[in-house]
């Protein structure tokens, strides 16, 4: 599961580009951000189906949530998706490869190398390569992506131990 404490969510009216992706009409890229686990978006064309999020400007990221429901999907829920990060679509490198088997609920997929140090990126493509019993088309519910919390100086002072600071740590 995740930390909350040590991630959030991307604000995606900010830092969201573009989502690009087919679709059918009605079932399109809003339904991946409405926070409604009851409607989905859909696929339309031959696969992989490919969602392709861009950024405004290189950002760290750290994982990865997909929300993917095979009791209400069936054959529309995917069983193979790769995870792909790049500058732009020419340099796009697979970081995860998921095999799903009858998912029900959020999928988190680490978006970290092997030393669990986050991703910069500029865009993520999640490619559905193969979806349960053989499905042509796809459902995907939800996607969240989180980052790391960045430290702040805000509300935060200096520890002032030394004895001519303590001399005037209160008020008279």
């Keep these: 599961s995740i930390n909350v404490n040590l991630i959030q969510l991307i604000d995606d009216a900010i830092q969201f580009n573009h989502i690009l992706t ?23 064309g031959s696969q992989p189906h490919l969602v392709n999020i861009q950024f405004r ?9 997909i929300y993917a429901d095979y009791k209400s999907d069936e054959s529309y829920t995917p069983s193979k998706i790769s995870v792909r990060v790049g500058n732009n679509f020419h340099n796009l490198q697979e970081i995860r490869q998921l095999e799903l088997v009858e ?40 996607i969240k992506i989180y ?7 805000i509300g935060k002072f200096p520890r002032c131990t030394t004895i001519d600071f303590m001399m005037y ?3 008279r």
């Design 22 to 44: 087919d679709f059918v009409s009605g079932f399109g890229v809003d339904q991946l951000r409405d926070d409604n686990l009851e409607t989905y978006w859909q696929s339309d």
């Design 57 to 65: 400007r290189k950002t760290t990221v750290k994982t990865l949530c």
């Design 103 to 142: 998912p029900s609920g959020w999928i988190h997929v680490p978006l970290t190398d092997n030393h669990k140090k986050p991703t910069r990126t500029f865009m993520i493509q999640i490619a559905v390569l193969a979806n349960h019993q053989n499905g042509r088309d796809t459902h995907m519910r939800q």
């Design 147 to 153: 980052t790391p919390v960045e430290e702040s100086s």
């Design 169 to 171: 740590r209160s008020i």
